[in-house]
Every structure is written in structure tokens, then in C-alpha cells.
């Protein structure tokens, strides 16, 4: 009897892990595919503007919070835009919430092209989806941008409350997964619940 109950509880442990690792592993690869798919949009909205894109192998490794990698991008055709180590990874999660951080750690360009000098040479991006109520379809976005110049730093936030119907009743992934879905059309906006923008000079003399 002793023999069968330590059976039992070590086929659940087992059968658990299993499940959680493939769950794991399952999850990964639709993040990944959703990279790829998002990437591929982007690529697409560049060739009516004649550019180009070219984007290195998408890489995510973690556990539930994946941090998922592209080791460099090049846009190009009479410019040419550099980026280097782009990350996304999920820094909250729960059955309400998740939060998303985007951050391109390197921006080069060709300094001939005047206007790119707009370009940063950092640019980080944090979306934060929670769900305020999920019957109406009610759901708080909250948008930080930081972008790292030459001489100045510029942090601004958004805050919006929209709501869509689509949104009912929804898992929190299959929100965030139409919110970069560019064949999803755009959300009713239902109001601006806060903006803020900041820039600080790097001259300390300033």
C-alpha cells in the first residue's frame, strides 16, 4: 500500500512537470511566432516606402517570463538604420495584468541623411495591459517611452482607458497578442487617463 501511494504521488510530480515544461515550451514558440509575424508586418509597411528590412533569427529563452532576442536588424536602401540587440521580455504577468518590455540597446545611421539625427541611440518601451472590466470589455493601457539622444534624454507616459468588444471575456495573452496584431483593427479609445513628457540635458552644466 505504502509502495503504490509513492508511486502515485511521484507519477503526479512527474506527469506535472512534464506538463508545465511542455506548457512552457508551447508558449515560447507562439512568442516566437509572433515576433516573426510582427516583424514580418513591419518589413512589409517599409517596402511601400521602398526600404528594406533584413532581421537576424528570433531566440527566447526563460521560464513563463521569456525574454525573447534579435541580434541586429538593418533597414536600408539611400539610408540605412542599424539596430542592435532588441529584446522583449514579459516583466509582469498575472490573470489581470502583463507587462511587456521592448528595448533596442543600440541605433547607428548614416550621419549623411540630416534627418536621421532624429533617430535615438537607445529606445526602450514598456506596454502594460490590465484589465479593469473584463465582462464590458474595459481595459487600462499604459505606455512608457524612453529614447536616449546625444545630448538629452526624453521619458514620456501614456495612459489610456478604451474599451472593445472584442475584448470580452478575454485571457490577458489573446489581449496582448490582437494589441500587436496588425490585421486587428484599431481599439475605440474610450479617454486619456494621463500624459506625461519629460526631457533632461546631459550637461551638467544645464
Known amino acids: 500500500m505504502k ?3 509513492v508511486f502515485i504521488v511521484f507519477f ?3 506527469a506535472s512537470g512534464i506538463f508545465v515544461f511542455i506548457t512552457n515550451e508551447y ?5 516566437k511566432n509572433a515576433i516573426e509575424k510582427y516583424m514580418q508586418s513591419i518589413q512589409n509597411k517599409l517596402k511601400e516606402y521602398s526600404l528594406n528590412m533584413t532581421v537576424s533569427d528570433v531566440e527566447c529563452k526563460g521560464f513563463i517570463k521569456h525574454t525573447c532576442k534579435i541580434n541586429d536588424a538593418r533597414i536600408y536602401n539611400n ?9 522583449l521580455s514579459i516583466k509582469d504577468i498575472s490573470y489581470n495584468n502583463i507587462g511587456v518590455l521592448i528595448n533596442i540597446d543600440k ?6 541623411n540630416s534627418y536621421l539625427s532624429l533617430l535615438p541611440n537607445k529606445f526602450q518601451y514598456i506596454l502594460n495591459l490590465h484589465k479593469i472590466d ?4 474595459f481595459i487600462m493601457l499604459e505606455r512608457s517611452i524612453y529614447c536616449d539622444f546625444d545630448n538629452f534624454n526624453m521619458n514620456a507616459n501614456l495612459n489610456i482607458l478604451f474599451r472593445e468588444k472584442k475584448m470580452r471575456n ?5 489581449i496582448l497578442k490582437e494589441w500587436f496584431d496588425h490585421t486587428t483593427p484599431s481599439f475605440y479609445e474610450y479617454s486619456l487617463h494621463y500624459l506625461t513628457a519629460q526631457l533632461s540635458s546631459k550637461d551638467n552644466r544645464s
Open 3 to 5: 509502495k503504490k501511494f
Open 12 to 14: 503526479i510530480i512527474s
Open 27 to 31: 508558449i515560447k514558440r507562439l512568442e
Open 79 to 87: 539610408l540605412e538604420i542599424n539596430l542592435k540587440d532588441i529584446t
Open 107 to 112: 541605433i547607428s545611421h548614416n550621419h549623411y
Open 134 to 137: 473584463s465582462e464590458l470589455g
Open 170 to 174: 478575454k485571457s490577458i495573452f489573446y
